[in-house]
C-alpha cells in the first residue's frame, strides 16, 4: 500500500516541470520577433543608401498600417 502511494506521488511530482503547455505561444512570439527585427533592418537599410529612394521602407510601413487598420 505504501509503495503504490509513494509511486504515484512521485510519478505525478517528476512530471511537473516537464509539460509543454504553451510552448506553442513561445515559438510564436519569437517567430513575431524575428520577422519584426528582420523588418526593422530593411527599413534602416533602405533609409541610409540610395535603394529605390527609401521606397522598399516606405512601402512596408504602409502595407503593415493597412493590414493594422483593417484588423480594428
Given at each position: 500500500?505504501?509503495?503504490?502511494?509513494?509511486?504515484?506521488?512521485?510519478?505525478?511530482?517528476?512530471?511537473?516541470?516537464?509539460?509543454?503547455?504553451?510552448q506553442g505561444t513561445v515559438e510564436y512570439v519569437a517567430l513575431i520577433l524575428?520577422?519584426?527585427?528582420?523588418?526593422?533592418?530593411?527599413?534602416?537599410?533602405?533609409?541610409?543608401?540610395?535603394?529605390?529612394?527609401?521606397?522598399?521602407?516606405?512601402?512596408?510601413?504602409?502595407?503593415?498600417?493597412?493590414?493594422?487598420?483593417?484588423?480594428?
Open positions: 500500500m505504501g509503495y503504490r502511494l509513494m509511486g504515484r506521488l512521485h510519478a505525478t511530482f517528476v512530471g511537473v516541470g516537464r509539460r509543454q503547455e504553451g524575428l520577422v519584426a527585427v528582420v523588418l526593422a533592418g530593411v527599413v534602416a537599410a533602405t533609409k541610409k543608401s540610395s535603394i529605390g529612394a527609401n521606397a522598399i521602407g516606405e512601402t512596408i510601413i504602409k502595407k503593415l498600417k493597412l493590414a493594422l487598420d483593417s484588423v480594428k
